[in-house]
């Protein structure tokens, strides 16, 4: 760089340092100008396998080994998911919006960057794509790989769903409860995903378009986390939908220990301002609306949770390992991804990579001082 430059010039290789390192971390962060698909869908033997691409390959695999905030986005198609993860990028436009009853995001897509409000780490955003018709048999399998990966990738999860909270929407949380047919702990399958709640991410429901409030209760009324719990209630009775009900909030509350709801206001009543949310100012936005959504958004940013694998805090080279490790597992049909395994493949990488980083190491100092001091067959 031009300040690199100049500053060796003057005699401050130090400065000089400085400065290449910045242009660096610059250089990166212009690598991500816009989002990056994550993984894809591919056919092979008639079986769709959820792969990496490459690009994000290179691009994690380039950023220095910094801890990393994981936060991803799930909920059904056209209800604002990719929205709020543009939001939680703190930018307006980036991962795409739809306007039509199509879903727009296609396998998982990701941006990462500085953390916005924690020194020294990044923080990165997966936008899913939306879950689909539960009727459908190969959508509700693809929506729960889908969802297995979300979870087992982030250390926050972001359930964004639409319209007011009542009791039928908690139905919507149905997959949420299916975790322990598709996830283990330990390597072996055992322990039936019982401990899953000690590995899972935080959950916070938003839900999006909201008019009413709680209810109240004993004459106050309710919080949203509260108005959740109240959701998340066991029913009284035996009937098959009574049974499912109960079956799935307990679930919910053992996988799930910290749990949040957050009711966001429509941003608008103005169908054009709607249509275009990425591109329109903000200051044509309803007010509660913009007060809800920005204190979600610093709720999550300044939780100072970062991603970790039985308790250890992976960093951005780790990423790679766990994600290659659980994508594999959810591809295997003869397999369950578990945290220990995990960890295993994250430990056995992070052995690998500080190896060859040592023998490379190892080899430009030979180059540097031995070489030189060696005979030659010249004179």
């Given at each position: 760089s031009l300040l690199e430059d100049l500053m060796r010039k003057i005699g401050r290789d130090d400065f000089a340092v400085e400065a290449r390192q910045i242009a660096e971390e610059e250089k990166k962060r212009k690598i991500m100008d816009g989002p990056i698909q994550l993984t894809s869908t591919r056919l092979v033997n008639n079986r769709k396998l959820i792969v990496l691409t490459p690009e994000a390959e290179r691009i994690l695999s380039s950023l220095p080994p910094r801890s990393v905030d994981v936060v991803a986005v799930v909920g059904p198609m056209r209800k604002g998911k990719s929205q709020m993860s543009n939001l939680l990028c703190k930018r307006k436009s980036g991962f795409p919006l739809g306007d039509t009853l199509d879903s727009t995001t296609k396998g998982f897509w990701f941006w990462i960057g500085p953390h916005p409000s924690q020194?020294?780490?990044y923080h990165m955003v997966i936008d899913t794509e939306g879950l689909g018709d539960c009727a459908d048999e190969e959508q509700?399998?693809?929506?729960i790989k889908h969802l297995v990966l979300a979870n087992l990738m982030s250390n926050h999860l972001v359930f964004n769903l639409q319209g007011n909270p009542d009791q039928g929407f908690v139905s919507q949380l149905r997959l949420m409860g299916d975790l322990a047919e598709h996830v283990r702990v330990q390597t072996d399958g055992r322990d039936g995903g019982n401990d899953l709640g000690k590995h899972l991410p935080e959950l916070w429901v938003t839900v999006q378009d909201a008019t009413l409030k709680p209810p109240e209760r004993n004459g106050r009324r309710l919080t949203p986390d509260e108005y959740l719990e109240d959701m998340l209630t066991r029913k009284d009775g035996f009937t098959k939908a009574i049974r499912a009900h109960n079956d799935m909030t307990d679930a919910v509350k053992n996988f799930f220990p910290k749990r949040h709801?957050?009711?966001?206001?429509?941003?608008?009543?103005?169908?054009?301002?709607l249509s275009k949310l990425d591109k329109v100012n903000d200051c044509v936005l309803e007010p509660?609306?913009?007060?809800a959504v920005g204190n979600v958004i610093q709720e999550v940013w300044n939780s100072g949770l970062v991603k970790k694998v039985n308790g250890d805090v992976i960093k951005t080279t780790g990423l790679l390992h766990i994600l290659g490790y659980y994508i594999k597992a959810i591809n295997d049909p003869n397999a369950m991804p578990s945290v220990l395994g995990a960890h295993e493949a994250m430990v056995e990488g992070e052995c690998r990579r500080a190896l060859e980083a040592h023998m490379q190491q190892f080899k430009e100092t030979v180059d540097k001082t031995v070489k030189p001091l060696m005979p030659t067959d010249e004179g």
């Open positions: 020194a020294g780490r509700n399998e693809k929506d709801l957050r009711l966001i206001p429509p941003p608008s009543i103005d169908s054009d301002v509660k609306y913009r007060n």
